[in-house]
């Protein structure tokens, strides 16, 4: 079967993870959340009690030495390391606090970067997404998308995921937050966020999900000449 990897970047909060999960299964291709493997290996490290900010050489080692795994049965799949299923918890709060800074170790980065590539080899139908995507793991992917919307739209869909999970949420906290967090993405050395320049940039501030994996599907569809039904 013709190979056809999807490729979504873009920054937090543009919906990508959801939209990249709908759209997969509405092109019946596989689906991959790097994220999850960034929240795995933070969710490892803090188990053994290493500190990224202060030992990511540590950080590193951890990575070359863990086994990480999806199991494809399952949907969306489930993230192993070695034999620990570590798919709820790497959605915990300590994980999410502290990801961005393992995420920005470039030791850390060319580790999971191969798996991923490597992934892409075994796994060749698969809409896949994470900020360097397109950009850096799979620069000749056949479809490429970059996911954008305002900070303000950003932020509110932030506060509305803290809100439905029964905490309360500070929405120009969060906006300032997006912010910056944008500058240091865009700006840093590793892997920084940026619109591949074969991406099709798409604006998700005024659209529902629907709409945007509507779009995207369509987009897809005509440009490898997918017939409707699959
Ligand atoms: O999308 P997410 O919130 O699960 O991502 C977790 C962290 O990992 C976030 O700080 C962005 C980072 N990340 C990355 O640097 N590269 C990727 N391909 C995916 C995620």
Not at 21 to 31: S, T, Y
Not at 189 to 202: F, G, K, N, T, Y
Request: net charge neutral; glycine share 6%; charged share 30%.
């Amino acid at each position: 079967m013709q190979s056809l990897i999807v490729t979504l970047d873009g920054p937090a909060g543009s919906g990508k993870s959801t939209v990249a999960r709908f759209l997969a299964k509405r092109l019946g291709l596989e689906f991959l959340d790097t994220g999850a493997m960034y929240r795995g290996l933070t969710a490892k490290a803090l188990y053994r009690g290493i500190d990224p900010a202060t030992e990511p050489h540590a950080v590193i080692e951890l990575a070359r030495n863990t086994v990480m795994r999806f199991d494809w049965y399952d949907d969306p799949p489930r993230l192993f390391l070695g034999n620990l299923d570590v798919t709820d918890r790497i959605r915990d709060r300590d994980v999410t606090s502290r990801v961005s800074e393992v995420a920005a170790l470039s030791g850390v980065r060319h580790v999971l970067v191969d798996i991923q590539r490597r992934i892409g080899e075994e796994h060749p139908r698969l809409v896949t997404e994470g900020r360097d995507q397109g950009s850096v793991v799979f620069p000749s992917a056949q479809v490429k998308f970059y996911l954008d919307a305002s900070p303000t739209v950003r932020a509110k869909r932030r506060a509305k995921q803290i809100q439905d999970a029964g905490r309360k949420a500070d929405l120009q906290l969060i906006r300032k937050q997006i912010i910056e967090r944008d500058h240091k993405d865009s700006t840093r050395v590793e892997s920084p966020l940026i619109c591949p320049e074969d991406a099709q940039r798409i604006d998700t501030s005024d659209m529902t999900l629907d709409q945007v994996v509507e779009h995207l599907e369509t987009l897809v569809r005509d440009k490898m000449n997918m017939p409707t039904d699959g």
